[in-house]
């Protein structure tokens, strides 16, 4: 292997020979792209030279070609999730960008073809409706992609060693370093592989023979993967295959990207049995708890996870942890089981062959088993609680680390009380313990201050100490499941011993001459290697300061691959506010000149990151924040005074859009599109463009009636100020306004209206808020709570709110007996079933919106969908719309990038599509090519579709 110094690498001719290759916008040289992709969920980082987003197989192999050509280290990054270091470089970093999505289910489901930019549990949902889904399971697998997935051999709570990548994978597309494709599903592929790799092939060859030949070291490798094992590179491919074909394949399994590039893969499909029961188990200590590991080994679990007395406490007073966890004695441990099968009698006799295998040891209370998902929910809330609780409660400038090491089962129990000691020892005293029982799979977190050296020493004596413990006790795995990344590759040598090590250096240099392929991962000479380019993590905001940075955020943000991510921006500000406490005034003006765009402008501040964020951080509230300083007191004045006068502001709004569809009809809406196109430039993008997705003007409403007579249950209406302003789309036939048709609608159920007093003047106060205008957002939203307490009569009136952004803020904001209900779920609960609705053959497209889905009300919405069509389709891969309140008028790429898929993913025969907020419906009607209205608008359109058939139906039968 070759080492590649930085200077002596010409990199403006890597850089101009890619600009040759690639288009522009997929290629990032600038500081704050650079610092971005410098971080994944690993405690490392390092500043890439340049970043490239490949395309597909031609264009990887035309980068290796470039990096050859300049002996230019170059590392593949899918998710970027990550742990031990090994998706972050200081050469090349060639992303995969947004496609790679390619799917293939086979066989029925019993084989699935996979590119390498799937994410994992897309795959999984693909293979639901044949019962079946892939093998590995990593904790991250709805965030993480196959192609990491695979490289990295990841595996999880219930797959352990027998249905991982290594296990399951049947073909593979791969590219070697030298740029060659091969594809060992494909005949005339492989033939000519042979023929030109004889080479490399025979070195495979001789390399198996060798090892097979050698009884002693055979029988070490064999023993080294019965249990679970990521440390270095799959050297069971050596002795359980003789062809050279199959052991490459199967060392691009856990490569880490250091032997090639895997373009796809083949796995074999296991069964996901519907019906399930978990039960926690809680014993007096940890050996007994193993004791019961051991017994149940032999019995149907299909997951076994123990946790020690300071992880349960960890989580013992968050909401919704069942009783039994608190106040236990210090030396309890627990086991937290599930058992699968094909349905509820088989479920019942697998249960109780576990009780009866139960019988040989002592837990604190009867096992008992139970299906109830609720109850079920609760068990595994506690041991997916455990890594944000840690994380949750470091002090601020500290990372969370979370290790994994493996045991032969027999030394699990002994292992857990001296890994319990080390850690106390070291002074990980907030350290917790739990892992894969099964497989003698242990993970420990712990809290780590890198920004002192007597603190990078004190970690640098506990891995060492882990180490000596783990191979030299125990001969156990120092990575079992989160590969040896940069963070283990010091110390892959005394885990597998010299001989064996040996033969990892010469399998990296027969398929990786020129070590170019992610250098210094799962093989590196510098003993102290896990100790350097550490990450720092500078107090930034209290918003964001106890992010850390796994990337769990990514897949729903709809910037991402536009600009940036939630944990990009993140990292972004945490630099720009270190630059700032150390005085390095211009690097930080750079950064934050970049950042105002690429972190501010478009980011939709939708909150879906917040809901899988494990630490549970909206980074959209960061970025509101920001907006809110850049306003400068002339902002914020002109904020206060449309908060004061929104009933003008709203006037002035419907006389704008009035005024558009005015110039429209004379001069044509082609013409006006193109002027307004024009005027957008002209302005540096200030002005919105006018297309024919723009609402028309609301008609000035009428006085509003809310008398009641009595007879009808009451409920307050409150409309939305953009449905109260926006009517439908200039190119919809739709006349009715969203407030009016709502109306009608709830009448129509039975319902007597009541509006709030002064309604004009009413705003929730998110348009407010998402302008970074905090305080305004606050007056409105209490003026909008006293004029509900008022009209529902001190809440004992239900509140109905039309729009779903506004219902989320003022179910937030308010106190509970005023808090409105969504449409959605009052239209599901109230009125679905009480009104004749006659599902239509043709197809409606429904887009759930960040509000709705933050509310928990997506099951809501497809049932009101189903209620109203025979067909719903939900395109996938678009969480948010990118519109984003006035987001969508002003960046108008943020909309288009978030729906880049949206038309291609509906059938022809669909025309209608259905949503909850009116500026959304506007970003969705324009990208699809046909109108988006409010769900109501479907679910009263098709009540009065009935109405009128009944009534045609009444007529006939008199006539």
Request: charged share 20%.
């Amino acid at each position: 292997m070759t080492d590649h110094p930085a200077s002596s690498i010409d990199y403006s001719a890597v850089l101009a020979a890619l600009r040759a290759l690639l288009p522009g916008e997929r290629i990032f040289t600038d500081p704050l792209r650079l610092l971005a992709y410098g971080t994944d969920a690993s405690f490392y980082r390092l500043l890439p030279k340049v970043v490239v987003e490949v395309a597909d197989e031609a264009e990887v192999a035309r980068v290796l070609a470039i990096c050859r050509q300049y002996r230019a280290p170059v590392t593949f990054r899918a998710a970027g999730t990550s742990l031990s270091g090994q998706a972050v470089s200081e050469s090349v970093l060639m992303v995969l960008g947004r496609g790679w999505t390619g799917t293939v289910i086979e066989a029925n489901g019993a084989r699935i073809r996979l590119q390498p930019g799937v994410i994992g549990a897309e795959a999984n949902r693909k293979l639901a409706g044949f019962g079946r889904k892939i093998g590995p399971d990593p904790a991250s697998i709805d965030t993480c992609k196959i192609g990491g997935i695979a490289a990295n051999n990841a595996s999880g709570m219930c797959c352990g060693t027998s249905d991982n990548s290594y296990q399951t994978v049947e073909a593979m597309r791969l590219i070697l370093a030298d740029g060659t494709l091969v594809d060992t599903a494909d005949a005339r592929s492989i033939a000519r592989f042979r023929q030109t790799h004889a080479d490399l092939l025979a070195g495979l060859a001789a390399l198996g023979q060798r090892v097979r030949a050698n009884a002693a070291l055979a029988a070490r490798i064999r023993r080294k993967y019965a249990i679970k094992n990521t440390t270095g590179y799959s050297l069971n491919a050596l002795v359980d295959y003789d062809d050279p074909l199959d052991i490459l394949t199967h060392l691009l399994i856990g490569s880490e990207g250091t032997l090639g590039f895997i373009a796809e893969i083949t796995y074999r499909t296991i069964a996901e049995h519907p019906a399930k029961a978990s039960a926690l188990l809680l014993f007096a200590d940890i050996a007994e708890a193993c004791r019961a590991v051991t017994l149940l080994k032999a019995t149907p679990v299909s997951a076994v996870e123990l946790m020690d007395r300071a992880a349960l406490r960890s989580v013992e007073d968050k909401p919704g942890m069942p009783a039994q966890i608190r106040g236990l004695a210090p030396g309890v441990a627990a086991l937290l089981v599930e058992t699968r099968a094909a349905d509820s009698l088989a479920l019942q006799a697998t249960i109780e062959e576990i009780g009866q295998t139960l019988g040989a040891v002592t837990p604190l209370f009867p096992p008992a088993f139970s299906s109830d998902p609720a109850v079920y929910g609760t068990l595994w809330k506690i041991r997916k609680g455990l890594f944000p609780a840690v994380g949750a409660v470091r002090a601020t400038g500290t990372t969370v680390i979370i290790e994994d090491v493996a045991f032969p089962i027999e030394h699990l129990a002994a292992a857990t009380v001296t890994l319990e000691r080390l850690c106390h020892e070291h002074g990980y005293h907030e350290a917790i313990l739990f892992g894969h029982a099964l497989d003698g799979n242990l993970h420990f977190v712990f809290t780590q201050d890198f920004g002192s050296q007597a603190e990078i020493d004190r970690y640098a004596a506990f891995m060492d100490a882990v180490g000596e413990m783990v191979v030299k006790t125990y001969d156990g795995s120092l990575k079992a499941e989160h590969g040896t990344g940069r963070n283990m590759a010091p110390f892959v040598e005394m885990e597998w011993g010299s001989e064996a090590y040996g033969l990892m250096g010469e399998i990296k240099a027969l398929l990786d001459p020129l070590g170019l392929l992610n250098p210094g991962v799962i093989l590196n000479g510098d003993p102290r290697a896990h100790l350097k380019n550490l990450k720092p993590l500078p107090a930034a905001d209290a918003l964001i300061d106890k992010c850390i940075e796994c990337g769990f955020c990514e897949p729903l943000c709809p910037s991402l691959f536009l600009t940036l991510s939630p944990r990009q921006r993140i990292t972004a500000w945490r630099e720009i506010a270190r630059l700032e406490s150390t005085g390095a005034s211009a690097d930080k003006a750079a950064l934050r000149d970049l950042y105002d765009y690429q972190g501010v402008d478009t980011c939709a501040a939708c909150g879906l990151c917040g809901t899988v964020c494990p630490v549970g951080i909206n980074t959209g509230a960061l970025t509101t924040q920001i907006r809110g300083t850049r306003r400068g007191p002339t902002g914020r004045r002109i904020g206060r005074w449309l908060g004061r006068h929104f009933a003008t502001t709203s006037a002035l709004a419907r006389l704008g859009l009035g005024s558009a569809a005015l110039i429209g009809r004379a001069i044509g809406e082609g013409r006006l599109e193109s002027a307004s196109a024009t005027l957008r430039r002209l302005t540096g993008n200030r002005l919105p463009r006018w297309h024919r997705a723009m609402p028309k003007a609301t008609p000035t409403p009428p006085p509003l009636e809310t008398a009641n007579n009595g007879q009808k249950p009451r409920v307050v209406y409150f409309p939305g100020c953009a449905g109260r302003a926006m009517g439908q789309a200039t190119n919809d036939p739709t006349a009715l306004p969203l407030p009016a048709r709502t109306e009608a609608l709830l009448r129509r159920a039975g319902f007597e209206v009541i509006y709030p007093e002064g309604l004009d003047n009413l705003c929730c106060g998110v348009p407010f808020e998402s302008a970074g205008l905090a305080d305004v957002a606050a007056t409105k939203t209490a003026e909008v709570a006293a004029a509900l307490r008022i009209a529902s009569a001190e809440g004992t009136i239900p509140i109905i709110s039309d729009t779903s952004p506004c219902s989320l803020r003022l179910k937030q904001h308010l106190e509970e007996r005023l808090r409105p209900q969504d449409a959605v779920e009052f239209l599901h609960d109230h009125v679905l079933g009480h009104l004749p609705l006659r599902p239509t053959p043709g197809p409606v497209a429904i887009h759930i919106t960040c509000s709705t889905q933050r509310m928990g009300l997506g099951a809501k919405m497809e049932a009101l969908a189903a209620a109203c069509a025979e067909t719903v389709i939900r395109p996938p891969g678009i969480p948010c719309c990118g519109f984003a309140g006035d987001r969508g008028f002003v960046q108008p790429e943020l909309n288009a990038h978030a729906l880049r898929g949206l038309k291609a993913s509906l059938p022809e025969a669909c025309r209608e599509g259905y949503s909850s907020n009116r500026t959304c419906e506007i970003g969705l009607s324009q990208q699809a090519g046909f109108p988006y209205r409010s769900i109501i608008d479907l679910v009263a359109s098709r009540v009065e579709a009935a109405d009128r058939q009944d009534q045609e139906t009444t007529t006939t039968e008199q006539d």
